[in-house]
């Protein structure tokens, strides 16, 4: 049983910064990607970065250099740093593990999910 847990989210200030982290256990596997994905209320869920197994990443353009996504393969994490946070950056932010080593801004690219954890940013 694959297990996903976020954690980091929280209530931020406009402007300011969140690290969430997601990690992962029940299996250790190698050579897959990882990826973070947000729903806000009454919206589909939305890609926001991914990390392939080798280390290339690609962002949503909506984060493109404010969010940094990385990973510890060793500890089985991924982290995602968010800086100059706006309110429309409000979500639920979920992490998703691909059994494939290439990543993809496609959410049925990816086999296992976590529970998502709340980031509100206020105006």
């Known amino acids: 049983q694959v297990q996903l847990v976020e954690s980091g989210g929280g209530l931020v200030q406009a402007g300011g910064s969140l690290r969430l982290s997601c990690v992962v256990s029940g299996r250790t596997f190698s050579g897959y990607a990882m990826g973070w994905f947000r729903q806000a209320p009454g919206k589909e869920r939305e890609f926001v970065a991914a990390v392939s197994w080798s280390g290339f990443t690609l962002y949503a353009d909506s984060v493109k250099g404010r969010f940094t996504i990385s990973k510890d393969n060793a500890k089985n994490t991924v982290y995602l740093q968010m800086s100059s946070l706006k309110p429309e950056d409000t979500a639920v932010y979920y992490c998703?593990?691909?059994?494939?080593?290439?990543?993809?801004?496609?959410?049925?690219?990816?086999?296992?999910w976590g529970q998502g954890t709340q980031v509100t940013v206020a105006s």
């Open positions: 998703a593990v691909s059994r494939k080593a290439q990543y993809s801004s496609n959410r049925e690219w990816y086999n296992y």
